[in-house]
C-alpha cells in the first residue's frame, strides 16, 4: 500500500483506547496521528490490572509483544477479617499487569512524530467522506476517520451526544501502588501469588502483585496494587476531589496530589477499618490517589466517520476488570472491519457499532449489579 494513498485516522485521546486504535489501525496500513490533551506523559497515572484475553488479542493482532513475562501471576482468591485470619480461599487463576507497561509497549510502538501531545480538541466537521478536526491550538488536521477515545470526559462525545453525561456511582476507589520490599516478611507471605480481598459494610479492599516501576516481574522486584471501595455522599465529592494546590478535579485526583489532611484521615481510617497487611499497605504508599466510581452507556458510538471507543462510550465499574479489555475489543473489532473492502465504510463502520454496543450494554449492567451489591447499595449489606 502507498502510505501516501493510505487512509487516516485522527485518534483524539493518547491513553490506553488511543493507543489501541492506533496500533491496531496500524497494523492494517492506516496512517494514525493520536491527539492528547495532557501536555505531559501519561506514563505515571496509572495502577495495576488484570490481563484479560482482549487486551492479548489486541497485542497479538497489532504485533506487539510484552516484555519478558505477561505480568505477576496469583492463584488463589483469599477473603481477610480485619484481623488479618484467611476466612476463604478458593482457587482463581490469573495475571496482573500494570498500566504502564501496557501504556509503555504501545507507546514505543507508535513513532513520535504520530503522538501530538497538548492538543484539546475544539470542534469537528464532516463532509464527503472526510473529517476535519479544529484543535484549541489553532491546528486543523483532515482523516478519513475521527475516533473519539479520549475517556468519561471525551469532548468527542461532548459535541455528538451533549444529553450523555457520566454519573457518579455512590461511591470511590482509593488506590497506591507500594514496593514489594516494602512490607515485613509476614505479611509478604501471606500476600504472595493471592488476589486478596477484605470486605465490610460501605467498603471493599482487594489487592494483587503488579510488575515493578520498570515492568520488572522477579520476586522481590514487583510492586502490590491496592484498591479500597469506600461509599462517599455525592455532596462531599468536590472537596475529596480538589488537590493540593486548591484545584477541583472532576472524577480523580492523580499520584502526588492528594492533599497531606485527606491522605493523613486515609491512614487513620486504615488503622481503624482494615486488616494488618492491608493497613501496612496504606501506610506504606507514598502517593495515594483516588477516583470517582462512575457509571456512562452511549446509546450510540457511530456518527458517519467518527466514532466513540472505550471509556468515551461505556464506562464499566472495575469489578469487572474490563476497562482496558473492552477498549480493546473495540479498537480490534475497528480493525478487522475497516481490513474488510466487500463493503462500503459507513456499512462496516454500522456493523461494528451494533456489536460494540450490545458488549458494552451488557459489561456496564454487569459492573452495576456487582457494585452495587458489594457495596451495600440497594439494600445489599456487607460482611
Known amino acids: 500500500m502507498n502510505h501516501n494513498l493510505a487512509p487516516r485516522a485522527l485518534i483524539i485521546g493518547g491513553s490506553l483506547g488511543g493507543l489501541l486504535a492506533a496500533t491496531t489501525l496500524r497494523a492494517i496500513g492506516w496512517r494514525v496521528d493520536v491527539f492528547e490533551r495532557s501536555p505531559h506523559a501519561l506514563d505515571s497515572r496509572g ?10 488479542h489486541a497485542f497479538h493482532f497489532a504485533g506487539l509483544q510484552l516484555p519478558g513475562t505477561l505480568g505477576v501471576e496469583s492463584g488463589d482468591r483469599i477473603f481477610l477479617d480485619r484481623m488479618g485470619n484467611v476466612v476463604q480461599r478458593g482457587w482463581q487463576p490469573q495475571t496482573q499487569t500494570s498500566w504502564n507497561m501496557l501504556y509503555g509497549v504501545m507507546r514505543d510502538a507508535v513513532p513520535d512524530e504520530c503522538v501530538h501531545a497538548g492538543e484539546t480538541l475544539v470542534r469537528m466537521e464532516q463532509a ?8 484549541a491550538s489553532g491546528r486543523v488536521e483532515t482523516g478519513d476517520l475521527l475516533i473519539g477515545a479520549d475517556g468519561a470526559r ?55 502483585g503488579v510488575p515493578g516501576q520498570d515492568g ?29 494546590d486548591g484545584k477541583p478535579h472532576a472524577f480523580s485526583l492523580p499520584p502526588g496530589a492528594l492533599p497531606d489532611a485527606p491522605a493523613a484521615l486515609l491512614r487513620a481510617d486504615a488503622d481503624a477499618m482494615l486488616a494488618p497487611p492491608f493497613r501496612a499497605l496504606v ?3 507514598a502517593e495515594p490517589f ?21 471509556d468515551a ?3 464499566p465499574r472495575p469489578h469487572t476488570a474490563g476497562g482496558a479489555a473492552k477498549a480493546a475489543a473495540n479498537a480490534l473489532a475497528l480493525a478487522q472491519s475497516l481490513q474488510r473492502t466487500d463493503l462500503p465504510i459507513e456499512q462496516r463502520l454500522r456493523e461494528w457499532e451494533m456489536l460494540q454496543l450490545r458488549g458494552g ?23
Open 290 to 310: 483516588i477516583q470517582a466510581i462512575l457509571d456512562l452507556a452511549v446509546p450510540r458510538m457511530m456518527f458517519g466517520r467518527t466514532v466513540l471507543l472505550g
Open 283 to 285: 501506610h506504606r504508599t
Open 154 to 208: 471525551s469532548t468527542v462525545r461532548a459535541q455528538l451526544l451533549p444529553e450523555v453525561h457520566p454519573s457518579y456511582a455512590g461511591y470511590v476507589a482509593w488506590r497506591g501502588l507500594v514496593p514489594e520490599e516494602a512490607l515485613e516478611p509476614r505479611d509478604r507471605a501471606l500476600l504472595d501469588g493471592v488476589f486478596a480481598f477484605q470486605h465490610g459494610a460501605g467498603h471493599m479492599l482487594l489487592e494483587y
Open 47 to 56: 495502577g495495576g490490572l488484570v490481563l484479560q484475553p482482549d487486551v492479548l
Open 313 to 315: 462510550a461505556f464506562v
Open 216 to 244: 520488572d516481574t522477579a520476586p522481590g522486584r514487583r510492586r502490590w496494587n491496592w484498591v479500597w471501595f469506600r461509599t462517599v455522599d455525592e455532596d462531599r465529592l468536590p472537596a475529596l476531589l480538589t488537590d493540593r
Open 361 to 383: 450494554r451488557a459489561m456496564t449492567d454487569w459492573g452495576r449489579r456487582m457494585g452495587n451489591q458489594i457495596m451495600g447499595i440497594d439494600g445489599w449489606e456487607g460482611s
Open 128 to 135: 464527503g467522506g472526510q473529517v476535519r478536526a479544529h484543535f
